[in-house]
Structures are given as structure tokens and as C-alpha cells.
């Protein structure tokens, strides 16, 4: 059989479980079965495969047809620009959330140069500390989670990108193991409201940790004990950048006007015009003011 029909029976198998994107996906995981990129695939769509080549695609074919989301049977993902190794382990990060980035992005370079100091809350498999630390050569990134099996993988995308001088990995709930205040904390936490849990795909809800998608009965569990928590742990001049359900935007400015009351905050829609994002600011800096919020003093250099 040659590579251009076993791509076809993969495409028509995939798509008559109601995946999209059949195609897609059936190539993804012939160029990973085969160790091939998409230039090689489609210069090689007459080349025939070996029996052992093709027991070994339609193995990844049938945990596709399982419902296992790619990224898990390749054990990759891409996330702004960068490769990520991803496991059942750990959420796969999702496009959405490059948002964040940008937007994390355009506050480090707006300030005053010096070493930022960036806090990643529920960091999963690293991807926003990675990111983050990498594009920005003068920040210090800490990635706390809960789970110490999702600091497993984030350690091994730190490593990957040689930052582990600059990405310190720490594991516990929310802000509490963070050593020192910081300029910006961002955070794409659970929000998936707990009975609304049973209905996901189940590319999700069978295969993406709990842990990474439970966000307790209004889906603000975790958002707003990180909102009450975030004013001793964030300097002046500082930033908040929380990632939101669709439709918890205006609960997340309740809950900010409720326990922060003078500080800044908007509501941002991604590309589609949907809720994405909270973006909160503490009060403006005073001028040579180096001190946080909490009293807390510039970290240890
Ligand atoms: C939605 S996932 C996001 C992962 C990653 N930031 C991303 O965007 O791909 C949420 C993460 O928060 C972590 N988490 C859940 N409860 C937490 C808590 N109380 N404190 C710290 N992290 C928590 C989960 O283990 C999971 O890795």
C-alpha cells in the first residue's frame, strides 16, 4: 500500500468518528509515525510502506480513532512558536492562550529595563514560562503548579530550551511557594464549571487531566482565591493576566471591583469576539517607588 492511499483509508477511518480536520491529522501522524516532515510526505505520496511501517501508523491511527487527542499520541505541541513535549500528564496548551503571551509580551517591553520577574500560575507543561522566558532574556520566570506530575513535563520543556537558570519550577496552590513579589502574573487556570465537565469532547474529558480543567461550581474557584490572593504578591505597576471562560467576564471584573477595588481592569475578546481574557493593573507606579505592594522588597538578583 502506498503512503497516498493509507492516507486516504486514515482520513475517511478519522473522519467517520466526527473528527475534524480528518486529513490534518491522519498526515500529522504518518509524518510522526514515519519520522518525516510535510515536504518529504508529499514528495513520497506514491512510495510504498513496509508491513512494519504500516502497523505501526494504523496503531496511532486506531488511538486516534479512540478519541486520544494527536498532540498525546505524538507527544508533541506547538505553542507560540515553540515545541513543547505534552502527555496525559498535562493540559495541551491551546492557541487561545498565545493570547496571553502576546499580551504578557507587550508589558515586559514596556518596562523600565532590568531583570522582570513573571509568575506562571498553573503553568502545566511550561508553556507560557517557556515562552515567555525565551522571548525575554531579561525576566525570571516562576512556574508553580499543583501537580507534580505536570512538573515533570514542564522540567523537561525547561530543560529543552536550556532556561532552567531562568524558569525556577515550583510545585503547590496558586501563589502561595512564590519566594518574592512580581512585575506580572500570568494565569490560565482551571474554568470549566464542575457539572459542565461530563459534556466535553472527549478528547478532553477522557484524556486531559481534571485537575486542568475543574474550576468548581462557577468555574471561579481557582480565578478568584488567585484574585484575592495576587495584591501581596504583585509590585506596583504590575500586571495580572488571567485567561477566562467565555462567559465569566463580567463575574472576574466583580470579583477584581469586590477585592482590588482601586486597581484597573478590562475585559478582552480574542480574534472570534469572544471573552478571553482579564487584564488587571495594579495603581500607576510612583515615581522610583521599587516597593510591592505587600512591602515586599526587589528579589534576590
Ligand atoms: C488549564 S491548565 C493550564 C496549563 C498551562 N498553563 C497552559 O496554558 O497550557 C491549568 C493548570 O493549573 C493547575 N492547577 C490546578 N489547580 C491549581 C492550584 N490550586 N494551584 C496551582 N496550579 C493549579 C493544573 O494542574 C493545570 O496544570
Known amino acids: ?71 498525546y499520541i505524538t507527544g508533541e505541541v506547538q505553542f507560540y512558536g515553540i515545541d513543547l513535549r505534552v502527555d496525559r500528564r498535562v493540559l495541551i496548551p491551546r492557541p487561545e492562550t498565545e493570547m496571553l503571551v502576546e499580551m504578557a509580551l507587550g508589558f515586559l517591553s514596556h518596562r523600565t529595563p532590568g531583570k522582570a520577574l513573571v509568575a506562571d500560575i498553573g503553568t502545566g507543561s511550561g508553556a507560557m514560562a517557556v515562552a515567555l522566558a525565551r522571548l525575554c532574556p531579561d525576566a525570571f520566570v516562576y512556574g508553580i503548579d499543583i501537580s507534580p506530575m505536570a512538573l515533570e513535563v514542564a522540567r523537561l520543556n525547561v530543560a529543552r530550551y536550556g532556561l532552567q537558570d531562568r524558569v525556577m519550577l515550583v510545585q503547590g496552590d496558586l501563589l502561595g511557594p512564590l519566594p518574592q513579589a512580581v512585575d506580572l502574573v500570568v494565569a490560565n487556570l482551571p474554568y470549566v464549571k464542575q457539572d459542565e465537565l461530563s459534556g466535553l469532547m472527549p478528547e478532553v474529558r477522557v484524556f486531559e487531566p481534571e485537575m486542568a480543567l475543574n474550576g468548581g461550581v462557577d468555574g471561579l474557584a481557582l480565578i478568584g482565591r488567585l484574585i484575592s490572593q495576587v495584591g501581596k504578591h504583585l509590585l506596583l505597576g504590575g500586571m495580572l493576566l488571567l485567561e477566562i471562560g467565555h462567559e465569566h467576564g463580567e463575574a472576574v471584573v466583580g470579583l477584581v471591583r469586590n477585592r482590588l477595588s482601586d486597581w484597573n481592569v478590562k475585559v478582552v475578546r480574542d480574534m472570534a469576539g469572544i471573552n478571553r481574557m482579564v487584564v488587571i493593573e495594579t495603581v500607576p507606579v510612583a515615581a522610583g517607588s521599587k516597593v510591592g505592594t505587600a512591602g515586599m522588597n526587589r528579589p534576590l538578583e
Request: aromatic fraction near 8%.
Open 1 to 71: 500500500m502506498k503512503i497516498r492511499d493509507i492516507l486516504r483509508a486514515a482520513q475517511s477511518s478519522i473522519a467517520g468518528r466526527y473528527i475534524p480536520d480528518a486529513r490534518f491529522e491522519a498526515e500529522l501522524l504518518l509524518m510522526h509515525s514515519l519520522g518525516i516532515n510535510r515536504v518529504e510526505l508529499y514528495t513520497d505520496l506514491e512510495r510504498p510502506l513496509s508491513g512494519p511501517e504500516r502497523s505501526a501508523y494504523w496503531h496511532l491511527v486506531e488511538r486516534r480513532l479512540c478519541h486520544e487527542p494527536a498532540a
